[in-house]
């Protein structure tokens, strides 16, 4: 659930927003033993609120500053290790949106990230907290009438359930492009790739996706997706994860 809201008076722009997530996990089965795997230890639930401001120093273009808290409640007091994960953050951010006279436009920001972890479980986490530099940058270009391209980077915190690791600091970064082949029917490409650097614990986990997709507009109401998908995901350190690779095709109607 969430809810926003946001003022504009002249060139200043002042927003709220909040957000409630409740994550959900389902049992798995070990590959082989088909052991089962208890994953309601990872079940909770986050919550974030965040207050925005920004200037408009000509039209199109703003630069602004947000803060935000965060907070994370585990629905078990510990995990099936003995760990509690509860935690609460706080980030504050400045950066700018610019536009290029309708062409391209972009997003740059920097800023800081702390999360601090409860951390009283029988099982005591190798850090208990994460404090980071984030930073990102985005941009969008309608290189034809037809044909748009996008690509972005950014550094951020993210939260783990893996051994005595709270989390780390991640990087990812994406390019694509959309392109309109017929009114009624759009083609869609993005590489992305990802780096988590685990604190506490020696292992970086680094990822790779390629997606291909189409989507035909059926008429006012109705479309149908299509994509193919290849992700490859590998783990590395003393304490590395599983190495896997997979191919997926996805159709769905909307």
């Not at 957000?19 to 089965?29: G, M, T, V």
């Not at 309601?40 to 639930?45: I, M, Q, S, V």
């Not at 994406?174 to 292992?203: C, K, M, T, Y």
Request: proline share 1%; net charge negative.
């Amino acid at each position: 659930a969430n809810i926003g809201g946001e003022r504009e008076r002249g060139r200043v722009k002042l927003g709220a927003d909040a957000r409630l997530d409740r994550l959900d996990f389902a049992d798995a089965r070990r590959a082989g033993t088909r052991t089962a795997i208890n994953n309601d230890d990872r079940d909770r639930t986050i919550g974030r609120l965040g207050a925005e401001g920004a200037y408009a120093f000509t039209p199109g273009n703003a630069a602004y500053a947000r803060l935000e808290g965060n907070f994370s409640d585990y629905h078990d007091s510990q995990d099936d290790a003995g760990f509690d994960r509860d935690s609460v953050g706080a980030e504050a951010r400045v950066g700018a949106r610019l536009d290029f006279g309708g062409i391209t436009t972009g997003n740059v920001y920097i800023g800081y990230r702390a999360q601090r972890y409860e951390d009283s479980g029988a099982a005591r986490l190798n850090d208990d907290s994460i404090d980071a530099l984030i930073f990102g940058a985005e941009a969008q270009a309608n290189i034809t009438g037809l044909t748009t391209a996008y690509g972005g980077i950014e550094r951020s915190v993210f939260e783990s359930t893996v051994a005595s690791s709270p989390g780390g600091q991640a990087v990812r970064g994406e390019v694509g492009a959309d392109h309109e082949l017929l009114r009624n029917l759009l083609l869609h490409a993005n590489l992305s790739g990802r780096w988590f650097e685990f604190e506490g614990v020696q292992r970086d986990d680094v990822g790779v996706l390629f997606q291909f997709g189409a989507s035909y507009l059926m008429n006012r109401h109705a479309r149908v997706e299509a994509a193919l998908e290849h992700e490859r995901n590998r783990s590395y350190g003393a304490q590395q994860g599983i190495d896997n690779d997979s191919n997926r095709i996805m159709l769905r109607i909307t």
